[in-house]
C-alpha cells in the first residue's frame, strides 16, 4: 500500500504565496510521475501541474505562476504557488503512478484546501 500525505495548504491573500507538499510512503519499486490536481468549488477536478522525470507540464492558467519540483531522495513533490488569485481557490490534491512488481498504480492524496481571499 502507498500512502500520499499532503500539507501546506490555507488562506492567503491574492498576491501571495503558498508551498505544498506531498510526501510518498510505503512499498513500491519506483515512482513514475507525480502530479498535483485541484478541484474548485461545484467544478470539476483539473490536472494543475505534472513531473516526469525532468519534464513538467503545467495548465495554461498556472504557467508562470506556480512551479512543481520533487525530491526524489524523499519520495516528495512540492507545488510553489505565487501570485495567488481568487480564482485559485480549490482542494488540492496530489497523486502519484508508481510501479509494484511490475504493475503501474495511482494512488491519490486526501487533499488540501487553498483558499485565496481578502
Known amino acids: 500500500q502507498v500512502q500520499l500525505v499532503e500539507s501546506g495548504g490555507g488562506l492567503v491573500q491574492p498576491g501571495g504565496s503558498l508551498r505544498l507538499s506531498c510526501a510518498a510512503s510505503?512499498?513500491?519499486?519506483?515512482?513514475?510521475?507525480m502530479a498535483w490536481y485541484r478541484q474548485p468549488p461545484r467544478k470539476e477536478r483539473e490536472l494543475v501541474a505534472l513531473?516526469?522525470?525532468?519534464?513538467?507540464k503545467y495548465v495554461d492558467s498556472v504557467k508562470g505562476r506556480f512551479t512543481i519540483s520533487r525530491d526524489n531522495a524523499n519520495n516528495t513533490v512540492f507545488l510553489q504557488m505565487n501570485s495567488l488569485k481568487a480564482e485559485d481557490t480549490a482542494v488540492y490534491y496530489c497523486?502519484?503512478?508508481?510501479?509494484?512488481?511490475?504493475?503501474?498504480?495511482?494512488?491519490w492524496g486526501q487533499g488540501t484546501q487553498v483558499t485565496v481571499s481578502s
Open positions: 497523486n502519484a503512478d508508481v510501479r509494484i512488481r511490475g504493475y503501474q498504480y495511482r494512488y
Open positions: 510505503g512499498s513500491f519499486f519506483s515512482i513514475v510521475s
Open positions: 513531473i516526469i522525470n525532468n519534464d513538467r
